[in-house]
């Protein structure tokens, strides 16, 4: 397993090591050090939370009449309006 520093050590080590290197960061256990987040660190050199690609699908009726209702009520938050015409 990948570790913290140098080389490559056990999971227990690698939690010891951080937390005498970083006492004022939350408390890392070894659930955290796991095979997916070594896989992440290989891959993308970061273990940093990659956000999702996943975006909400919205026909364009939906998207006409979210305009049409933003025209007429400029002053009503976009996010209330489009709540208001999918409920």
Excluded: W
């Excluded at 970083?22 to 987040?37: A, C, F, M, R, V």
């Amino acid at each position: 397993m990948i570790g913290y520093g140098d080389r490559a050590r056990a999971q227990c080590e690698v939690v010891r090591l951080f937390r005498e290197t970083h006492p004022d960061l939350p408390l890392l256990n070894q659930g955290t050090i796991s095979s997916k987040i070594e896989a992440q660190y290989r891959e993308m050199v970061h273990v940093r939370k990659v956000p999702s690609e996943r975006q909400a699908v919205v026909d364009d009726d939906t998207k006409l009449n979210l305009l049409l209702a933003l025209e007429e009520n400029p002053i009503t938050p976009a996010r209330q309006l489009a709540r208001d015409i999918i409920s």
